[in-house]
C-alpha cells in the first residue's frame, strides 16, 4: 500500500509542494537561526580558543567573562608561579586601545600583551610574519581582518587600502610597527585585534597601577587541574578556571544577561509555529480531500492500521524532504557567508535539534490527520 | 430443482442515525433475501434507507438490531479484523462516482482490492490488466481517472469490483450519472461479466431505465421493504 500513499500524497503537486516547502521553511529557520546564535555564542569565547597552550587562566575573582578586564598587581604572577604544580605562569595584558588611523581617525582595538621572553598566547594562524618579529622594535601583529577592513588605510574613494608588514599607525600617541600579519577567530565585538609583547603593551595603555589581565598557567604533567585550580584560588584568593570553564563563565554570562537567546529563541519558535501551521494545514487539508479516498479503501477492507501506516509513510517522506531542502539551505548560507562577518556554527547537535523540530511538526500533523481517518466511517462511500 | 442458496439473509434489520437533537429511523424491521446468482435492485425515493441497507449488507455499517447473514456469516457478531478480512475477499464496490483513486492509473486502480488481500503489486497489475481487457479498457490501462470518460471510469470501477472474484456485489447509482447508453452498456458489462451463479449483485438505484436487468426488485419507502417484484417487472415510480 505504500506506493498508494505515495501517489496520494503527490497526486495534488501544489499541496505537496504547499506542506514540503512548510517543512522547509520550518527546518531552514530552525537550523540557520541557532547557527548564527552559536556562532556568535562561540566568538564571545573565541580569544580563550585561540589561546590554546596554557591548562588554567588566572583573574581577579569578579571577572564574568574573558573580555571583563579587572586588572591585577604584577606581583600575582610571581605569587601564582611560587604555587606548587604550576609548570610555568606567564603574564598577559588585554584591554581596548584607541589607534589613530592615517585620515586622523580613531578605531578601538583589542591589545594583546604576550609575555616578553615566550611570547606566549599569540595568534594561533600566522599569515605573514613570525611572532618572533615581535621582538623587533615597535613590533605589532595584526589580524587579517582588521588589516584589511577596520585599520584599513582609508582612500578618497572610500576603499581602504589594507595594512601591510613595515606600515605604521598609533596606538595611544605610541608609534608601532606592523610586523605581521595574523589569522584569528572573529571575536564578539569584530574589533581589529594587535598583539605585542607585554612590557610595550603596558606602555601603549593609559599609565595605571595594575596591568596584569591574566596569568596563563601550565600545570606540570600528570597535575589534577582541578585540584591545581582550587590550590590556586585558595592560596592567591584570584580566581582560577580551566579554558573550558573559563569559555562556560563567558557563555553562560552572555546567555543570562544579554538579550540574545531570546531574540533567537522568539525566531526559532516563530520558525516553528509558522512551519507547523503552513504544514500542519496543508497536511490536514491533504487528508480531509482524500479522505473519501480513504474511506473507500477501508470500505474494500484496509485496516485502520495500513491507513495508519500510509499517512505515516507521507508524513515521514515530506518531513525527510522538507528537512533535507532546510538543513541544504541552511548549509549553503553558512557556505556562501563563510567569509563574511557573520557568525555561523552548524555542528551536528543542531541537525539533531532541527531534525527533532521537524519530527515534531510532522508528527502533530499526521496525529490529526490519523484521528481523523481511524474514526472515519467506511459507510461515507455512499454519500453523494 | 433446488433452490439457489442465499447469499444474504436480513431479518427486522433496524438502524437508527442519532444526530444528537434528534433520532432518524432509517431501516425499520428489513426483511430480504437474495440469493446466489441473483442480481437484486433495492428502489424507492430518497431518503427511504436504501444506502443504508446496502452498508449493512456490505459490512461497513452496524445494524442496531435484527439479524443480517452473508453467507451464512453474522456480519454483526464478527470481530473488526475478521470483518475487514470478510469485507476484503467476498465485497465488491461499485459507486455512483465511481470513486477511483485519482493519482492512480486505471490498472493500479483496479488492482487495489487485490493488494489490500496480500497480492504482489507486480503479479496485481498483471491481473489488473487482464480485467480491464475484460471490461474492453485494454487500450487504456495506463490513464487516469481524469483522462477517462464517465462511462469508462465506471468500466473500471466494475473492473475494481471484479478483480478479486467476491462473492457479492453491490453497487450504488451505478448509472445516475451516465448518459441512457452508456449506462445501458455497463449494466450489460454488469450483468454479462459480473452475475453468475456462485456471485449475487445488489444494486440501488433510482434509474428506471434498468429495471430491466433486475431479476428481482425490492421496493423500499420509509425503512422498510414494501414489495418485491420478480424478474422482467417494471417497479413503480
Given amino acids: 500500500m505504500n506506493h498508494i500513499a505515495i501517489k496520494m500524497l503527490m497526486g495534488d503537486r501544489g499541496k505537496y509542494l504547499g506542506i514540503v516547502m512548510g517543512l522547509t521553511f520550518a527546518s531552514l529557520i530552525m537550523t540557520q537561526q541557532p547557527a548564527i546564535f552559536l556562532g556568535l555564542m562561540s566568538r564571545s569565547y573565541s580569544f580563550i580558543s585561540d589561546v590554546g597552550l596554557p591548562d588554567i587562566w588566572v583573574m581577579d575573582e569578579k571577572v564574568q567573562f574573558v573580555d571583563d578586564i579587572k586588572p591585577l598587581q604584577d606581583t600575582e604572577l610571581y605569587r601564582v608561579r611560587g604555587i606548587s604544580g604550576v609548570e610555568w605562569a606567564m603574564p598577559m595584558y588585554k584591554g581596548l586601545l584607541k589607534a589613530r588611523l592615517a585620515d586622523g581617525t580613531f578605531q578601538t582595538c583589542n591589545v594583546v600583551g604576550l609575555d616578553d621572553a615566550t611570547l606566549i598566547g599569540g595568534p594561533p594562524v600566522m599569515l605573514e610574519g613570525s611572532i618572533e618579529d615581535l621582538r623587533r622594535s615597535d613590533g605589532i601583529i595584526v589580524d587579517i581582518d582588521g588589516a584589511r577592513d577596520k585599520l584599513g588605510k582609508p582612500t578618497p574613494g572610500g576603499e581602504r587600502i589594507p595594512l601591510k608588514i613595515g606600515d605604521s599607525v598609533e596606538l595611544n600617541d605610541h608609534r608601532a610597527i606592523v610586523v605581521g600579519i595574523a589569522k584569528v577567530t572573529r571575536t564578539f565585538q569584530s574589533q581589529p585585534v594587535v598583539y605585542t609583547t607585554y612590557s610595550r603593551a603596558k606602555n601603549y595603555a593609559p599609565k595605571e597601577r595594575k596591568l596584569l589581565s591574566f596569568v596563563l598557567v601550565k600545570a606540570k604533567p600528570g597535575q589534577d587541574l582541578a585540584e591545581l585550580t582550587r590550590r590556586i584560588r585558595a592560596t592567591t584568593g584570584l580566581a582560577a578556571y580551566t579554558g573550558e570553564a573559563f569559555k562556560t563563565l563567558t557563555y553562560e554570562y552572555f546567555m543570562h544577561n544579554t538579550g540574545i537567546p531570546i531574540n533567537f529563541g522568539i525566531s526559532v519558535l516563530l520558525g516553528f509555529i509558522v512551519g507547523a501551521a503552513i504544514a500542519g494545514q496543508t497536511f490536514y487539508n491533504s487528508t480531509l480531500e482524500n479522505l473519501r479516498q480513504f474511506g473507500v479503501l477501508k470500505a474494500m477492507g484496509t485496516s485502520n492500521w495500513v491507513l495508519l501506516r500510509m499517512i505515516l509513510l507521507q508524513a515521514v517522506l515530506v518531513g525527510t524532504i522538507g528537512y533535507g531542502l532546510g538543513v541544504g539551505l541552511t548549509a549553503l548560507f553558512g557556505y556562501s557567508m563563510r567569509n563574511s562577518i557573520l557568525a555561523f556554527k552548524f555542528p551536528w547537535q543542531l541537525l539533531m535539534f532541527s531534525g527533532a523540530g521537524v519530527s515534531l511538526i510532522c508528527i502533530f500533523a499526521a496525529l490529526l490527520s490519523i484521528i481523523k481517518v481511524i474514526r472515519l466511517e467506511p459507510a461515507i462511500v455512499f454519500k453523494g | ?237
Avoid: W
Fill in chain 2, 1 to 237: 430443482m433446488n433452490p439457489s442458496p442465499l447469499a444474504v439473509r436480513c431479518q427486522n434489520v433496524v438502524k437508527i442515525y442519532d444526530t444528537g437533537d434528534q433520532k432518524v429511523t432509517a431501516l425499520n424491521g428489513v426483511n430480504l433475501e437474495i440469493a446466489m446468482g441473483e442480481l437484486m435492485m433495492l428502489v424507492g425515493p430518497s431518503g427511504c434507507g436504501k444506502t443504508t441497507l446496502i452498508s449493512v449488507i456490505a459490512g461497513i455499517l452496524d445494524q442496531d438490531d435484527g439479524y443480517c447473514e452473508v453467507f451464512g456469516e453474522d456480519l454483526l457478531n464478527m470481530s473488526n479484523q475478521h470483518k475487514l478480512n470478510f469485507r476484503a475477499r467476498n465485497i465488491g464496490f461499485v459507486f455512483q462516482a465511481f470513486n477511483l483513486l485519482p493519482a492512480l492509473n486505471a490498472a493500479e486502480n483496479v488492482s487495489v482490492p487485490l493488494i489490500i488481500n496480500g497480492m504482489k503489486r507486480s503479479d496485481a497489475e498483471r491481473k489488473a490488466v487482464a480485467v480491464l481487457e475484460q471490461v474492453g479498457l485494454g487500450a487504456r490501462v495506463t490513464a487516469l481517472p481524469s483522462e477517462l470518460s464517465g462511462g469508462q471510469q465506471q468500466r473500471v470501477a466494475i473492473a475494481r469490483a471484479l478483480i478479486h472474484s467476491p462473492r457479492l456485489i453491490v453497487c450504488d447509482e451505478p448509472t445516475s450519472s451516465l448518459d441512457h447508453e452508456t449506462g445501458h452498456n455497463v449494466m450489460t458489462l454488469l450483468k454479462e461479466v459480473a452475475l453468475h451463479k456462485d456471485r449475487a449483485l445488489v444494486i440501488v438505484t433510482h434509474d428506471a431505465r434498468i429495471f430491466d436487468f433486475a431479476d428481482r426488485i425490492a421496493e423500499m419507502d420509509d425503512g422498510h421493504i414494501v414489495g418485491v417484484k420478480g424478474a422482467g417487472l417494471k417497479a413503480k415510480g
